[in-house]
């Protein structure tokens, strides 16, 4: 496969970007219907506004609800993109996602687990359901260069690994976006209309959740790291950070509740500050910043006896535990 050339946001004009990825859609669907999964992030975002551009009913695009998303994800991005004259069909998988990630531990098997369920159990029977031959994606430089690099395999590259989509999921993938990093696909996304909440929204990943629960990711343990995003997003809205997030640790470790030992959970926090998520370093968030954190994680997370902050920088560390 030939190497891809990099736009870098300086180079980047969006207005003829968006002229010539929604112009290539249009021809390579033609007559036919794409389907693709809207997360809220800024890259699917952004492809699902490059999409409706291009074909507009003929895109049927689906939120899918695995269990491992933020407080009240699919309603609120949904909603936002009914605003934007774009209809989102909530697609609740939760149990199926669930079972796949059951006695789980292993970080590159948990992702492999969410990639097959979501491209061959879940959204094969909607693109059956839908007739489309086409999935329209957000995949970006960065995920195509750490998934080759060994770094982390991300869900949503395949061809690069030698996998063809067709013959492993009977559709063809289009993405738009592969020539970018998040710098630029944020300019993309502002270009194209969405809200500032949007195109200047924090990275998540494909993953999501599960990506912060060392060891099995189940519903419960999910639920404490939902409950731990909800705080930190809280106490550091005013932050300007590239990303942050609540890590579960999986050992349990020793504390003291009501004058008794407890072996509780450990939440660990990290804030990064970067361009474009191949380096980073840790935002120097103030202590009493930190330790507000400590007090609120302890008091409201059951079970949660120790929080610790990740200061290691990527490399060699990563922005995400797995």
Known sequence: MPQLKEITASQLDTKEFVKEKVAEISETVGSGVAINAL??????????????KALGNRLKTYFIDNGIMREGEPQKVAAIFKQLGVNVEIFDAQEEFFAALKGITDPEEKREAITQTFYKKVF????????????????????????????????????????????AFGYKIIEPLVQLRKDGVRKVAEALGLPLSMYNRMPVPGPALSARVIGEATKERIALVRKATSILEEELAA??????????????????????????QQIEI?????????????????????????????????????VTYNIATKPPSTMEAI
């Open 270 to 306: 990290r804030c990064w500050d970067s361009i474009d998520a191949r380096q980073a370093r840790p935002t120097q968030l103030p202590f009493n910043t930190l330790e507000k954190l400590s007090n609120r994680l302890v008091r409201e997370v059951p079970g949660v006896v120790s």
């Open 39 to 52: 997360s809220g992030g800024v890259d699917s975002s952004a492809v699902t506004m490059l999409g409706a």
């Open 124 to 167: 094969g029977s909607l693109v059956k359901k839908s007739g489309a031959k086409y999935l329209l994606q957000g995949t970006i430089l960065t995920d195509i260069d750490e998934t080759v690099a060994g770094i982390k395999r991300q869900h949503n590259v395949f061809e690069q690994l030698g996998i063809d989509p067709q013959e």
């Open 239 to 264: 932050v300007k950070a590239f990303q942050y997030m609540a890590i579960l640790h999986s050992d349990r470790v020793t504390g003291i509740r009501d004058n008794k030992r407890e072996f509780g």
